[in-house]
């Protein structure tokens, strides 16, 4: 299998400073990608919290000031900025001017860069309180507060035609790679329709989002079903919650996928005791030493998900995705690409396992043919 990449996730948006291992001065967010990547992770999910209120920040220059830091912290780390955010006008003038949907399609223009920018693409209900039980929330501002947890049983992800085909855009403008959150499978459909358009022209990286509410939850045989659409060539990480996201890393370890951990997504061990998100990262690295599978550095994470790669016709995006190519008029049945009639060296996919040679363009099986050779 192909190195496993760990994603943390050390900010915990949704819990207030006490909650949880959250960072809250610039010094200590900084140092906890720090400790995460020294931990093995290699990429990172970041948000970022006002020092001033310990709360979520909504502050673009806020947001600009933290990545820089990040930048010169973990030079080699992926950095993956969330896509939920909206930035708050900071003038009655641009409050009057900015549209609802200008508030998050600022992600694109931070400056220093992130890698990534997390994108949903169709509107879902997301309530993250589905999956979890009274133990989960346990001495969190959520136990025993109702009026709280109404506000997270009743969030919802807005992502539109209107939003996502924008955003996209804007993303390939600043060569800011998108990273694509489907929390179910007719949002897969979606994704490879704006691929088979043009909307979209790149490298697959994606998570499977499972935290239940409207998404993915934790029926394993409807991880496994959504997995099977997943292309070959797709770089997927599993996302869930709370104790339940630990068989969820235990599946996608085995089936050469990729985690993510840290206190977003969960603040326990199996055991019922609290793990850091450090403490996290750990275990999934014994995990993945005890299943005999690699984790990867920092530079062959950014290779496996080709990071800063564009691609610029929709034909050589579903080549190295490896999805058929798109329906010509007439055309039936199942399609395959067009080849010289030799049998060529097959592509290794994202799950490490060979694509049919039918799957891959003649230009694609001589280029790795001559790699091998030279090897």
């Known amino acids: 299998m192909q190195p496993l990449i760990i994603?943390?996730?050390?900010?915990?948006?949704?819990?207030?400073?006490?909650?949880?291992?959250?960072?809250?001065?610039w010094d200590e967010q900084v140092q906890a990608a720090v400790d995460c990547y020294n931990a093995g992770a290699t990429m990172l999910h970041v948000h970022v919290r006002d020092p001033?209120?310990?709360?979520?920040?909504?502050?673009?220059?806020?947001?600009?000031?933290?990545i820089g830091r990040l930048r010169q912290a973990v030079p080699k780390?992926?950095?993956?900025?969330?896509?939920?955010?909206?930035?708050?006008?900071?003038?009655?003038?641009?409050?009057?001017k900015w549209l609802d949907y200008d508030t998050r399609h600022m992600l694109t223009e931070i400056d220093p860069k992130p890698d990534c920018v997390t994108i949903a693409v169709g509107t879902t209900q997301w309530d993250i309180m589905a999956s979890m039980i009274p133990d989960d929330i346990k001495g969190t501002h959520l136990d025993n507060n109702p009026k709280v947890q109404e506000q997270w049983k009743g969030m919802w992800v807005d992502a539109g035609p209107k939003f996502y085909l924008e955003h996209l855009k804007r993303l390939r403008e600043h060569r800011i790679q998108p990273y694509f959150v489907p929390g179910h499978i007719h949002q897969m459909e979606l994704i490879e329709g704006l691929i088979r358009a043009g909307a979209y022209m790149g490298p697959l990286n994606m998570a499977i989002a499972g935290y239940g509410g409207g998404t993915l939850g934790r029926n394993p045989y409807h991880w496994m079903q959504f997995l099977q659409d997943v292309p070959q060539g797709a770089s997927v990480t599993f996302w869930s919650s709370m104790r339940g996201n630990i068989p969820i890393q235990a599946m996608a370890l085995v089936l050469g996928q990729h985690v993510r951990v840290g206190n977003e997504d969960n603040l326990w061990g199996p055991d019922k005791t609290r793990r850091t998100a450090v403490q996290q990262i750990e275990g999934a690295v014994r995990m993945a030493r005890e299943f005999g599978r690699k984790v990867a550095t920092a530079e062959e994470a950014r290779?496996?998900?080709?990071?800063?790669?564009?691609?610029d016709s929709v034909e050589e995006t579903l080549h190295n995705i490896g999805l058929q190519p798109n329906r010509r008029d007439g055309e039936k049945g199942f399609l395959v690409w067009d080849?010289?009639?030799?049998?060529?060296?097959?592509?290794?996919?994202?799950?490490?396992?060979?694509?049919?040679?039918?799957?891959v363009s003649p230009e694609m099986a001589k280029a790795a043919m001559a790699a091998v050779a030279k090897g």
């Open 7 to 25: 994603t943390a996730a050390p900010y915990g948006p949704q819990w207030l400073p006490g909650d949880a291992d959250v960072p809250v001065t």
């Open 52 to 66: 001033a209120t310990g709360h979520g920040s909504l502050d673009f220059d806020q947001f600009n000031y933290m």
């Open 77 to 96: 780390m992926i950095l993956q900025v969330g896509g939920s955010i909206s930035f708050a006008p900071k003038s009655a003038d641009a409050q009057a």
């Open 303 to 311: 290779e496996q998900m080709k990071i800063g790669v564009w691609y």
């Open 339 to 359: 080849t010289d009639g030799k049998k060529g060296t097959a592509k290794t996919a994202g799950d490490s396992h060979p694509m049919a040679y039918c799957m």
